[in-house]
């Protein structure tokens, strides 16, 4: 079942997302070589408990953070860990908030230091093809816009797009439907309507599609081990056009790519 949000409610969503951006900004401003991921974890919750909100993912099915950090390989759901960031390495960095009744969902991949220029460039076709699928977001277009999208940009530059894994409704609930898968065909799946509010979040593999799980219960990781990245936004269905109400702004402020 869809959720129509009335514009109040989306109005509650950007006051959300404006403290999930300010989130993604303060870990921004620690993401060097040294450091390790638990702190980028603590300094995150504490930054959206300070600010009144709820880490959206901690405790969501039992997951131990608030903040999924994936290097390299790992595409989703990784767990914060001692290990410290090594130049050349990339690392998704995926966060939540819950406030005022709703929750916000937005994702960034980074370049750690001196990374390959392959890596590089899959970092920066990821976040294109991001924007690709938020211009799909318009009443009248389907959930297979968006994908269709996604994916024939991303496979243009030989990538290949993770299937397990695919966008979402967000509301009341982190995850509500209808899913927004990063690939598909043109005028299928749920027709957009006014209202809607969508996570759109490409995977996108430098190498082969496959993903596995770790033994952990949550991290996915390629199957081949070649790096993957995500990028995400909370987009909101108007009569107007998409609206992004989650934001990368205050990451770009301090991060240069
Ligand atoms: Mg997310
Ligand atoms: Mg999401």
């Given at each position: 079942?869809?959720?129509?949000?009335?514009?109040?409610?989306?109005?509650?969503?950007?006051?959300?997302?404006?403290?999930?951006?300010?989130?993604?900004?303060?870990?921004?401003?620690?993401?060097?070589?040294?450091?390790?991921?638990?702190?980028?974890?603590?300094?995150?919750?504490?930054?959206?408990?300070?600010?009144?909100?709820?880490?959206?993912?901690?405790?969501?099915?039992?997951?131990?953070?608030?903040?999924?950090?994936?290097?390299?390989?790992?595409?989703?759901?990784?767990?914060?860990?001692?290990?410290?960031?090594?130049?050349?390495?990339?690392?998704?960095?995926?966060?939540g908030v819950f406030y005022k009744g709703f929750h916000?969902?937005?994702?960034?991949?980074?370049?750690?230091?001196?990374?390959?220029?392959?890596?590089?460039?899959?970092?920066?076709?990821?976040?294109?093809?991001?924007?690709k699928g938020i211009e799909q977001a318009v009443v009248?277009?389907?959930?297979?816009?968006?994908?269709?999208?996604?994916?024939?940009?991303?496979?243009?530059?030989?990538?290949?797009?993770?299937?397990?894994?695919?966008?979402?409704?967000?509301?009341?609930?982190?995850?509500?439907?209808?899913?927004?898968?990063?690939?598909?065909?043109?005028?299928?799946?749920?027709?957009?309507?006014?209202?809607?509010?969508?996570?759109?979040?490409?995977?996108?593999?430098?190498?082969?599609?496959?993903?596995?799980?770790?033994?952990?219960?949550?991290?996915?990781?390629?199957?081949?081990?070649?790096?993957?990245?995500?990028?995400?936004?909370?987009?909101?269905?108007?009569?107007?056009?998409?609206?992004?109400?989650?934001?990368?702004?205050?990451?770009?402020?301090?991060?240069?790519?």
């Amino acid at each position: 079942m869809i959720y129509y949000k009335t514009s109040e409610e989306i109005e509650l969503i950007k006051e959300s997302a404006d403290i999930l951006g300010r989130a993604h900004g303060e870990v921004a401003k620690l993401i060097k070589p040294g450091i390790n991921t638990l702190k980028l974890d603590k300094l995150a919750e504490e930054f959206i408990r300070d600010n009144g909100g709820i880490p959206s993912f901690k405790n969501y099915n039992g997951f131990p953070f608030t903040l999924c950090v994936s290097p390299n390989e790992q595409v989703v759901h990784g767990f914060a860990n001692e290990r410290e960031l090594r130049d050349g390495d990339i690392l998704s960095v995926d966060c939540g908030v819950f406030y005022k009744g709703f929750h916000s969902d937005s994702a960034y991949t980074y370049a750690i230091g001196d990374v390959k220029e392959e890596v590089r460039q899959l970092l920066k076709v990821t976040k294109e093809s991001l924007y690709k699928g938020i211009e799909q977001a318009v009443v009248g277009n389907r959930t297979g816009d968006i994908g269709y999208a996604v994916q024939h940009y991303a496979e243009n530059y030989g990538y290949s797009i993770v299937r397990e894994l695919v966008g979402h409704g967000v509301g009341k609930e982190l995850h509500e439907s209808p899913e927004v898968p990063n690939y598909g065909k043109r005028g299928r799946g749920t027709q957009l309507k006014e209202g809607m509010v969508i996570a759109i979040e490409p995977m996108i593999n430098l190498g082969k599609k496959e993903v596995v799980q770790e033994s952990d219960g949550w991290t996915i990781r390629t199957r081949d081990k070649a790096p993957s990245a995500h990028f995400e936004h909370t987009v909101a269905i108007t009569k107007d056009g998409p609206e992004v109400l989650t934001t990368h702004k205050y990451i770009e402020e301090v991060y240069k790519f």
